[in-house]
T-cell receptor, first 112, second 116 residues
Framework: GENVEQHPSTLSVQEGDSAVIKCTYS??????FPWYKQELGKRPQLIID?????GEKKDQRIAVTLNKTAKHFSLHITETQPEDSAVYFC???????????FGRGTSLIVHP | GAVVSQHPSRVICKSGTSVKIECRSL??????MFWYRQFPKQSLMLMAT?????????EQGVEKDKFLINHASLTLSTLTVTSAHPEDSSFYIC????????????FGPGTRLTVL
């Protein structure tokens, strides 16, 4: 089955800096890659996703890049703010009825 | 759109009792619902997948007789933790996908279960 590795497990940055979280996947058939943000004690919320037919997607301060050849994808957050502090999960899926596989999560801490 | 509710948000029960958790999709039809368990500072561990009107598919290591899942309609799935023990204490989260597109999962707010 699919295996998703996520790094780093903890990321500490100063407000205004950029943050990058990286994930690798094992199943070359995976074609859908969502990212979720989970604040303490709350539900994971979808923040951005990308499909295998594109290499990059951007939404304001958040961007995701995908390298299908290397089987890795990354989340980029620019101009970080304290409210970006949360746990971020990547996932990989073959789409349709296939169940996504989640990474272990990255705890992002943005210091004011 | 894409709102998933979960009830109760928090439950405390005595060891040996059963607890039922409800997961509802409020504004879309959820053909598939997922149940996850999350320990503090850890990732989401998939317990089972349920499709409306059929039996749930459990992940390896999850006892189907202990964690009963019923997906009775396109908007409701329930998880019953039977004969709960302190080690069952955890954060249980459901998610749903379906008529809005089968790829994206929408998560419920979670249920904090504490077994004394």
């Amino acid at each position: 089955g699919e295996n998703v590795e996520q790094h780093p497990s903890t990321l500490s940055v100063q407000e205004g800096d950029s943050a990058v979280i990286k994930c690798t996947y094992s199943d070359s058939a995976s074609n859908y890659f969502p990212w979720y943000k989970q604040e303490l004690g709350k539900r994971p919320q979808l923040i951005i996703d990308i499909r295998s037919n594109v290499g990059e997607k951007k939404d304001q301060r958040i961007a995701v890049t995908l390298n299908k050849t290397a089987k890795h994808f990354s989340l980029h957050i620019t101009e970080t703010q304290p409210e970006d502090s949360a746990v971020y999960f990547c996932a990989a899926s073959k789409g349709g009825s296939y169940i996504p596989t989640f990474g272990r999560g990255t705890s992002l801490i943005v210091h004011p | 759109g894409a709102v998933v509710s979960q009830h109760p948000s928090r439950v405390i029960c005595k060891s040996g009792t059963s607890v039922k958790i409800e997961c509802r999709s409020l504004d879309f039809q959820a053909t598939t619902m997922f149940w996850y368990r999350q320990f503090p500072k850890q990732s989401l561990m998939l317990m089972a997948t349920s499709n409306e009107g059929s039996k749930a598919t459990y992940e390896q290591g999850v006892e189907k007789d202990k964690f009963l899942i019923n997906h009775a309609s396109l908007t409701l799935s329930t998880l019953t933790v039977t004969s709960a023990h302190p080690e069952d204490s955890s954060f249980y989260i459901c998610s749903a996908s379906g008529s809005l597109g089968t790829d994206t999962q929408y998560f419920g707010p979670g249920t904090r279960l504490t077994v004394l």
